[in-house]
T-cell receptor
Framework: RKEVEQDPGPFNVPEGATVAFNCTYS??????FFWYRQDCRKEPKLLMS???SGNEDGRFTAQLNRASQYISLLIRDSKLSDSATYLC????????????FGGGTRVLVKP | GAVVSQHPSWVICKSGTSVKIECRSL??????MFWYRQFPKQSLMLMAT?????????EQGVEKDKFLINHASLTLSTLTVTSAHPEDSSFYIC??????????FGPGTRLTVT
């Protein structure tokens, strides 16, 4: 079983709609959680950190459920520019600053 | 602005040759840098952790004699792919880390071995 699992998608989303997807992690000792965005043939870029109480950044909302070991990302009012692969990333203090990446969820926003 | 730079951004080399990729931390001193590899339609896989002034630590299954890492200064780490083969063709990305565990990635180097 992979340490971080994501639905690869693609999620085809009409422009202006809301899309949400989850990521599950297997190691209960995971401590830091992030969503990264990766465009085709580019490096990943930090979208947002995920905090225990949940957090929002503009149209993006992230939630963490430690009991069920999953995190979620919701995108409201989708823009064409939101089309990308969203990577779920976790970190364990015991592993130093090493990050473990999920396989990514591809989102395609269409007019 | 960019926090991490990589050079070259892409390289094509012949099988059997060696290729050096540079990763520079632009805004702060990085005692630790990470090297990742990403094959098409796959996620990033950590190859090794580069430690300034000491030997790199490699992930399981990554050959340290094939992927030579040198972290001679607080702003520069290099990855040398020795005796490259077509199966080494991939997207190589480095990163540095902040105290809050966020990582900042370089723009990547696309290696094609013919």
């Amino acid at each position: 079983r992979k340490e971080v699992e994501q639905d690869p998608g693609p999620f085809n989303v009409p422009e202006g709609a809301t899309v949400a997807f989850n990521c599950t992690y297997s190691n209960s000792a995971s401590q830091s959680f992030f969503w990264y965005r990766q465009d085709c043939r580019k490096e990943p870029k930090l979208l947002m950190s995920v905090y225990s109480s949940g957090n929002e950044d503009g149209r993006f909302t992230a939630q963490l459920n430690r009991a069920s070991q999953y995190i979620s990302l919701l995108i409201r009012d989708s823009k064409l520019s939101d089309s990308a692969t969203y990577l779920c990333v976790v970190n364990r203090k015991a592993a130093g600053n090493k990050l473990t990446f999920g396989g990514g969820t591809r989102v395609l926003v269409k007019p | 602005g960019a926090v991490v730079s990589q050079h070259p951004s892409w390289v094509i080399c012949k099988s059997g040759t060696s290729v050096k990729i540079e990763c520079r931390s632009l805004d702060f001193q990085a005692t630790t840098m990470f090297w990742y590899r990403q094959f098409p339609k796959q996620s990033l896989m950590l190859m090794a952790t580069s430690n300034e002034g000491s030997k790199a630590t490699y992930e399981q299954g990554v050959e340290k004699d094939k992927f030579l890492i040198n972290h001679a200064s607080l702003t520069l780490s290099t990855l040398t792919v020795t005796s490259a083969h077509p199966e080494d063709s991939s997207f190589y990305i480095c990163s540095t880390t902040s105290v809050s565990y966020e990582q900042y990635f370089g723009p990547g180097t696309r290696l094609t071995v013919t």
